[in-house]
């Protein structure tokens, strides 16, 4: 009569717990990532702003020739809170959530996956490696089940991460390569985009059309695989370990497991930033205007450092280590409530 119990963990992976997982992690991606959504936009906006230093003064030299006045350099967005200042000025309270549509849709499926995947993968370790009766991992076990979840949800999700980078930096005043040979340097979005082409569908079809077809959504997935393994692992066994140090029994409030969350957010990020510089210079290098060309992530890291020294490698850390850290606890917080709430354990 026992019989039939004894099988049933072999059926986890369909389980309603696994249903909780998805709906929990992409939940608390979308929450996450709205929190944080200027941030955000600011900091892949600032990845490609540090062209138009490089170019201002070849721009200054040749109106300088033609007794033309040159642009200013308050063109280029500098500082956290002026920069956020003048996007809102610009744009508004839509430019502060400009993309924000596309990287919900981009994050609840890639949240879900990635905490789906993490606790399964959790449950096959503590079932395969170390046995039914154990009831945790070791760090290092942890590290490894999180960058096989994040890598999983890279692959799955890495189009539309693209497509939103290239809508951020379209729609950004950002003065463009070819802004020399005109006495009024334009924008990227003016020059280049037709308004068709600055929607989620338009930017993806005029990716395929113009860069080498499907191949060209994935342009860059290799270091951003790297880094987001690194760093998907570091942020789970980061966070488990500061929750039992943080949170002890008795002592596990709101703010209590939004600072774990937001300690192992800063800590991963700023151990694997450079992968992600990587991984935004090459989802923009076929945007001609802005005068990336690459021929691989290598390339692309010898040219940052040749050409900005290794502090290029972390340009737009500081509002990116702002933005991790209120997005990383709002996502894990959201999660645990979610999961609570839907009866998962």
């Known amino acids: 009569m026992t019989e039939p119990e004894t099988k049933k963990p072999a059926g986890t992976w369909l389980s309603p717990q696994l249903s909780s997982y998805f709906i929990a992690g992409g939940i608390a991606g979308a929450a996450s990532r709205t929190v944080v959504s200027p941030l955000e936009r600011l900091k892949i906006i600032q990845y490609v702003s540090s062209l138009s230093s490089s170019l201002q003064l070849l721009t200054d030299c040749l109106f300088a020739s033609m007794q033309v006045q040159p642009s200013s350099s308050d063109r280029q967005y500098k500082g956290v809170w002026s920069s956020l200042v003048r996007m809102w000025r610009e744009e508004g309270f839509k430019g502060f959530m400009r993309g924000n549509g596309i990287n919900c ?136 370990a500061l929750r039992g140090v943080i949170t002890p029994p008795g002592k596990s409030s709101v703010h209590r497991k939004l600072l774990c969350g937001a300690l192992a957010g800063s800590i991963s990020q700023t151990l694997t930033y450079p992968f992600d510089v990587l991984r935004r210079k090459m989802q923009v290098t076929g945007m001609n205007a802005l005068g990336y060309k690459y021929n691989g992530a290598l390339d692309a890291l010898r040219s940052i450092i040749r050409t900005e020294g290794i502090k290029g490698l972390y340009r737009g850390l500081w509002p990116n280590l702002l933005k991790v850290a209120p997005s990383i606890a709002t996502s894990f917080f959201t999660y645990e409530l979610v999961k609570d709430f839907l009866g998962a354990s």
């Open 105 to 240: 849709l981009r994050i609840i499926p890639y949240s879900a996956v990635q905490f789906t995947t993490y606790e399964q993968l959790k449950k096959v370790v503590l079932q395969w490696f170390t046995g039914y009766g154990a009831k945790t991992l070791d760090t290092p076990t942890r590290l490894c089940a999180g960058a096989l979840a994040g890598i999983t949800s890279v692959c799955t999700t890495y189009p539309l991460d693209l497509v939103r980078s290239r809508l951020s930096i379209a729609t950004a005043s950002i003065p463009l390569q070819n802004a020399a040979a005109t006495a009024a340097p334009s924008t990227v979005a003016a020059a280049v985009f037709t308004p068709q082409e600055l929607t989620m569908w338009g930017m993806t079809l005029k990716v395929m059309r113009e860069e080498g077809g499907v191949r060209a959504l994935y342009r860059g997935l290799v270091p951003t695989a790297m880094g987001v393994a690194p760093y998907v692992g570091i942020n789970f066994a980061s966070y488990e």
